[in-house]
């Protein structure tokens, strides 16, 4: 479902984005504390910990240092703020970029890039879309809904 996503928006729409290869900012958009908001499913958060889990011990203790600081300064425990809440991404690695980038983005992240124009955005409906699909299978697996978590309480304890 994350590939066939991925294909869509890159075959339909990402050629009119920004280059990230050249973009001046590089991870402004993972690390944006004001603006980062991916809430993902118990699913999806088994395939970021599978991938995190995989990755070599100096990039998994950044990780888990990353994730420990932004649980705390962001309030992601708070059930006030359980959903509500932005934060910066501990799995943007800089010089490298995203982490789980071709093993477990998570749907939103794959559908972000920077547009000039409005209309040149992939419309919300894809989106929503994928994110119907994923919560289907996820239910199909857990046999209920689960709660939706930010990506620090998804990753939380691997490293
Ligand atoms: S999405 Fe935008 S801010 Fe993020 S790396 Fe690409 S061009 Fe830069
Ligand atoms: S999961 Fe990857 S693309 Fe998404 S915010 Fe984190 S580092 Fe950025």
Redesign the pocket.
Known sequence: MRASFAARIKNGYEHAAKDCLTCETKGA??LDAHF?N?RVSRLEAAAMRDAVGELPLDLRKRVAERTVVAIERYGLRSAEDADAATYA?P??EPGIG????STA??LP?IAHACYERQEDLPPDEILDSAELAVANLNWRVYGKATAQLS?PLAVEGVG
Do not use: N, Y
């Not at 995203?98 to 980038?101: A, E, P, S, T």
């Open positions: 958009c993972c980062v991916v991404c799995l943007f995203c982490l789980v980038h983005k998570p992240c990506i």
